[in-house]
């Protein structure tokens, strides 16, 4: 029934869908999510500004009690692997974080070890399971000194 048809049909044929460059649905709204494209990388101490949001059912990040949770994830996560959170900003939905990092690796292992911790302690606060962090990080690799000034105010 299937017989010479290239193996992507065959696959979507059997309910597998299809494997094509920019096939699916694309995200659309407000909360579109960070790109999976590969992130600029680079190998040297540099500055990176770093964007962390939160799902939508995670309570106020401004609270008292969830500044509590994030300095206490900060305080345990935020120097470790070869990077270190250098400064914190907290809107309410999302956490702008300003990361000294030695390369690529070391920011992505740290970022991964401190989304652990403010989920956790998150999820505890709430008395819940389940994702807290909305989507991937969004970084920024600061090459200037006129960029780290502004992504300090």
């Given at each position: 029934?299937?017989?010479?048809?290239?193996?992507?049909?065959?696959?979507?044929?059997?309910?597998?869908?299809?494997?094509?460059?920019?096939?699916?649905?694309?995200?659309?709204?407000?909360?579109?999510?960070?790109?999976?494209?590969?992130?600029?990388?680079?190998?040297?101490?540099?500055?990176?500004?770093?964007?962390?949001?939160?799902?939508?059912?995670?309570?106020?990040?401004?609270?008292?009690?969830?500044?509590?949770?994030?300095?206490?994830a900060l305080r345990k996560g935020g120097?470790?692997?070869?990077?270190?959170?250098?400064?914190?900003?907290?809107?309410?939905?999302?956490?702008?974080?300003?990361?000294?990092?030695?390369?690529?690796?070391?920011?992505?292992?740290?970022?991964?070890?401190?989304?652990?911790?403010?989920?956790?302690?998150?999820?505890?606060?709430?008395?819940?399971?389940?994702?807290?962090?909305?989507?991937?990080?969004?970084?920024?690799?600061?090459?200037?000194?006129?960029?780290?000034?502004?992504?300090?105010?």
């Open positions: 029934m299937l017989r010479g048809l290239e193996e992507p049909f065959a696959e979507w044929a059997a309910g597998g869908g299809v494997r094509f460059k920019g096939a699916g649905r694309k995200p659309k709204g407000k909360r579109a999510g960070v790109s999976h494209r590969k992130r600029p990388g680079f190998e040297r101490r540099m500055p990176v500004h770093v964007t962390l949001r939160v799902a939508e059912w995670v309570w106020n990040l401004r609270s008292r009690r969830s500044v509590r949770v994030l300095e206490g120097d470790r692997f070869g990077a270190r959170v250098v400064q914190v900003s907290v809107p309410g939905d999302h956490l702008h974080l300003l990361v000294e990092a030695a390369n690529t690796a070391a920011l992505a292992r740290s970022l991964q070890g401190l989304s652990v911790r403010i989920a956790k302690g998150m999820n505890a606060l709430m008395g819940r399971k389940g994702r807290v962090l909305g989507d991937r990080y969004h970084a920024h690799v600061l090459r200037t000194p006129t960029e780290v000034r502004h992504a300090v105010r």
